[in-house]
């Protein structure tokens, strides 16, 4: 559990007492709502989203405890915890996984792992001459998708292996810091049935939550590998594409998006689309988050703007309630898109 | 061509199984047929072959998805490109596109939702159909432990697809249930090849154990005595999931659980692990087995008592189909019979949730026309399981086809539920009176099927005797074979050809 234990103690760290436990909870599991999408900007969170999908709530709330028994976080009213120094030392000497990429990889995370497993299969096979055996993927497009791959690479049946074989080789010896196995031995082949994730934290001898959080580390550093040095693989260079990394916008919040570029007010939007006022604005704060030329002139004035930045920089904070306490005059709304818009470049 | 030159050329077998020859002969004679055969024996033969001789499709009407998709693979894997399954898994394009296509495949499986759509019907009205298959017939019947009301509509779909050729398939089914069929879908003249529920090569043993501690113990036992591979049968998740953990530990045994709450991924490398002698023992729910194709089991054990006899003899078939010997345990502790009559009511609305129901559309959200109007979350609130709201949906819609009155609706609805929780009952008594019964095993199972003992087994079950030195393992378990291995190694392994690897 240490890195489990790790990442939640970063996140705590990092949030300051400003959010509650279930801020963080929403962060590891990746929730898409406008709130966790805020946070993650406005505390530096974003390599941690989506990492620990699996996380079941109760399983949460026992490591918080379990921390909280160990000293390692002390309790500041309801459902707010700081780090005690001991929990500080513990994070200084552990520190988290350093390939987690969570905002830029976390939905392309399970189709990467459905095409490299089922390519390693077909591949394996394909070298024994063994035609007849069950795909262990049974997503339609991942099965057309590595019908492509392997029409496209122009390899032989004998080369294809070995050269696969290399790329991963080199690859993974690259990796300072991360151990290869805990993928590899998911890996099914000719013959060979690869361990699911529960065998193969067993195998490893860690917790399932300690064991995703590896795998996704290593997962991580594979498609960083493939993304940033993709013209040294040639094959495995075919995993990511057609794929979008770092799609920032939720599918909603587009649609919003289109319709305020034509010109529609707020309140239009809202009625056009038959949602609440207040989901159109949350989908703003996300473009004042995550789109540099997306303008929030027009919902705050310059002035006011400046003032918001102002008190929050004084009280270095990030709660809306003690700013909205100092500038009555803006709106919630109002605050949150200036922390959105400016936040996180004050901070960092 | 002769059959066994078909057989050779499409399936790669010298000869056929029991019963696949005579089933086969009808139907290319042009005779509807009724054919049970017993678990394990390539039922799905009987269609495939007579695929590769008729010029038109096949049409397969299958209750399950999971058992669609593994004879879609399986014909896949024979090399047979013109297969297809339409069903819920499709997105209305590709299901456009299929049925724009009909007439290009050889092999249609379909599920009975999909025969309900008057627009699918008449697709399938344009094609030349050879041949139409009834896949687990017995779910047409009311008397069959596994009824399925939209099933009981498929002779109306036959009729109106012009009478086709029909088989209709089943591995158990009693007589009344065989009548039923053969009324049910309109072919009297069916020709019925009825091969016997016997497996001579599976020995019966029950065995009385008082409490979970000593029978969790037995198994232990057993699952080190016997020789692998191996399944053991649970009525619930959590204690196969326990029982897969203690064999790991306490007997050092390549085991794992298998049951419909683990994700996809996980059911197929687990059924993988296990063809490939990788595992020794799966600790299952009933949700294991279909379509795994295994020949070496080497024995079933059963934890909890299954709920009928059909569904026993299902299980423990999946053992011993390389014809040798095998063996069935079942362990039972007084009053086991508690839990499948508590699953068998589970599995039905309660008389509370029907009247509930009836009051939500007695205020407002009528049936109109044949349309069910229900709000949303209806389903949640009466507390309807998955199971229970489809069957109240399938009820519902045929009362307002028949125009009934919401009043006799409800009693009509009410009057089914009892007689299938009745007739649940009667199975499970029917179970227990075997598991209680001290006349030889293998005869009260024949009798139940109406058969008769023909021969004297040498090892047929714990009350006629047997020599339980057969079943014994032959050697000492292996260590699991990942032992040691490094990643590098493993990995060359897979994608290295042996040449280059030494």
Redesign the interface.
Known sequence: MEWVESVILYCLKKINNERTIYSVYHILKGKKSSQTIQDIHLYSLKRLFGVLEPLARDSFEEIIHCMRDNGWIIEQGEQKYLLSSSGEQRLKNIGIPIFLNGWRYHHVTTIFWERFSLLVQVVSNLINQESSYIPIQKNKKVLFWVKAVLKESHLSRSEIGEKLYEELNECFEDGKGIDPSMIVFRLTGFRQIGLTAQQASKKMNVNVYEYHLTFTNTLHYLIEKIETRGANFPILTHLLKGLELGDELTITARKTWKLLSQGYSIEMIAKNRNLKTSTIEDHLVEFALQIDRFSIDAFVDKELQLEILQIANQAATKQLKLIKEKVSRASYFQIRLVLAKYGDRQWN | MELENLLKKHFGYLSFKTGQKEAISAILNGQHTLAMLPTGTGKSLCYQLPGYVFDGSILIVSPLLSLMQDQV?QLG?LGEKRVVALNSFLSLEEKNYVLDRLQDYKFIFISPEMLQSSFILQKLRNLAISLFVVDEAHCISQWGYDFRPDYSKLGEIRKSLGCPLTLALTATATRKVRKDIIQSLGIEDAVKVESTIDRPNIAIWIEEIEGYQKKTDRVLELAAKLEKPGIIYFSSKKMAEQMALLLEEKNNCNA?AYHGGLD???R???Q??FI?N?LDVICATSAFGMGVNKENIRFIIHFHMPMQIESYLQEIGRAGRDGLASIAYLLYSPGDEQLPFQLAESELPSEQQIDWLFHELEIGHGIKGDALQFNQGTQERGGFSEVQWRLVENLLRKEAKEKSSLLDCKESIKEFVNERITMKKKNIYQMLQWILSNRCRREFLLNYFEEQVTSRIEQCCDICGIDEKNYSASHKLRKNH?GKI???E????????SE?RE
């Open positions: 693979e894997r794992s996809q991924d996980t197929i490398l687990i993988q692990q490939h990788q990942l490094e990643w590098k493993y990995l060359a392994g897979l994608l290295l050809n280059l």
